[in-house]
């Protein structure tokens, strides 16, 4: 770098300033202030008021700290990645938001990062300056299958007629084959595309998709075929209107020990050899279902989130796949939440540091369940419930619109800047201006 071109230039005026230095000299202290003030006047404004971000939504009742801590400068803002968002047909996202649980379910991740990239400043208007690029499908949206859930058959061809269009009409996906493009898979078994785990594990990662950067709520920390692309845990889709709906007090009086509501079969079915949740379900309510310390419902009705904000502990056994919804509910609902779902791996664990804020059960250990949450009750309960309330855990967990500054869409910018070796342009500071 021509360092030496930054010189001082002004040695020609060396001699005429010569007399003013000394008249001054006597309030060098002063301008030594005045110069220093403005100094860090200057610096502590232009750090924390990135062009990249939208200012923070902040909640009256959230503290200060929240902020503060969320523009910690390690995190800096301003080097999150510029990614262009394609422009698909609608056929393949938007017609599909004429169901409105489409951009509601569990899975909605897809729609949610979908519209916050639409509104990141740092979106690229021009691909060619682009880190990456993010490809909007739903694939989440066919709720046509008798039981509700959505049909995830067309999946793939939904996904590979997306790729084929952008890499018929642009250059970038055959430049990389595919390595700075990024999916969302939100469902059971990520970018496998079914809820099964073994036929999951069968059809695999399709071909077309195997190189890219998958965000998926779907993780363990054993090696799965399900896992192997690059990819970035995200978390399950809860409406981030759940936080101004249940704003609880931290002090709020939790009458009930232990909650679960949801799909606990008596006699699991078997389903090609496994059975529901390892059958982890089915002993929580054999053990459980009698002791009026436990609140297990099977039924989906009721309002669940009112009993969350009443209880203690809010138990996340795994279901078919290991995560669950419940998770970010019981974060945002102050109820520590119990993963019993061995091996799983959780998403932004830097920031939301999970065993600080839950507990975590063996699924072989699931019949010592109250023991086990006595003995957190009487030794450690306050200390997780204390670090639950941390704002900065919770707001990673949610996917905000705009996106908001350590939100859970921020969070996957900030793993993909780590991932810019996979970008054509290179890591930051080749050749191209920080816009
Ligand atoms: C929705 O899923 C069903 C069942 O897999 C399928 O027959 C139908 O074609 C799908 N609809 C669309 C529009 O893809
Ligand atoms: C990218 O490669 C595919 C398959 O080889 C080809 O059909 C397509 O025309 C290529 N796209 C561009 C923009 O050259
Ligand atoms: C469950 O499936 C496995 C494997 O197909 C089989 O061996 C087992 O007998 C089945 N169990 C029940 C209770 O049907
Ligand atoms: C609470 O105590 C349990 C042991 O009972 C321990 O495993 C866990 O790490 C502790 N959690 C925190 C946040 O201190």
Redo the contacts with the bound molecule.
Sequence with gaps: MPRSRAQPRHHHCHQHLSQKVLHLRKYYKWILWFALSIYLFVSTTSSSSSPLFLPLRLKPNLPARALIEARNPSSSSSSLPKVYVYDLPSRYNKDWLSNSRCSSHLFASEVAIHEALLRYPGRAADPDKADFFFLPVYVSC????PNGFP????AR??LSSAVDFVSARFPFWNRSRGRDHVFVASHDYGACFHAMEDVAIADGIPDFMRRSIILQTFGVRSSHPCQEAEHVLIPPYVQPQIEDEWSVPEKMRRDIFVFFRGKMEVHPKNVSGRFYSKRVRTEILRRYGGNPRFRLERKRSGDYRAEMARSVFCLCPLGWAPWSPRLVEAVVLGCVPVVVADGIRLPFPETVRWPEISVTVAEADVGRLETILDHVAATNLSVIQRNLWEPTRRRALLFHLPMAEGDATWHVLRALEGMRHRSQLGPRGTGREAV
């Design positions: 066919n709720f046509s299958t049909s995830l058959h067309h061809p939904l």
